[in-house]
């Protein structure tokens, strides 16, 4: 009689290469003291300690969430077509005078996005 034995091995797992796409399959999370501060909560037009929605200009918000230390992974922006809509808002963006100045505007508010996207964070548009 004969016996043949074989030696388990662990299988080998690759590490994943370290791109955006998979560096974002792990999202930063905040710190609670951070997201709920009395700042936030009295600025935010809506807060329950796990959303925030801030009805305000986007510059203001931006460095709010900045100022405050808040990074985030996602940014969904859904800016005004240029000379489309009038909201009667002092200094809307969409209703500037030359489509050029429309466009440096969601350049630089584009721009100020990078100080609260996380590293590994998107922004879509």
Same mark, same amino acid.
């Given at each position: ?38 700042l936030i909560k ?11 929605? !801030? ?7 931006l460095k709010l /969430? *900045?100022?405050? @230390?808040?990074?985030?992974n996602c940014i ?29 505007? !969601? ?9 609260? /996207? *996380?590293?590994? @964070?998107?922004?879509?548009?």
């Amino acid at each position: 009689m004969s016996y043949q034995f074989s030696i388990l091995q662990e299988p080998v797992v690759k590490p994943r290469p370290n791109t955006k796409a998979n560096i974002a399959l792990e999202p930063q999370t905040l710190n609670e003291k951070i997201f709920n501060s009395a700042l936030i909560k009295e600025k935010s037009f809506f807060h329950d300690g796990r959303t925030i929605i !801030l009805n305000m200009d986007v510059c203001e918000g931006l460095k709010l /969430l *900045a100022n405050a @230390g808040i990074t985030v992974n996602c940014i969904v922006s859904s800016p005004p077509f240029y000379g489309q809509r009038d909201y009667g808002v002092d200094g809307q963006i969409g209703l500037e005078e030359h489509p050029k100045q429309f466009i440096e505007k !969601l350049v630089n508010i584009f721009d100020s996005c990078k100080t609260i /996207l *996380a590293d590994n @964070g998107s922004m879509w548009v």
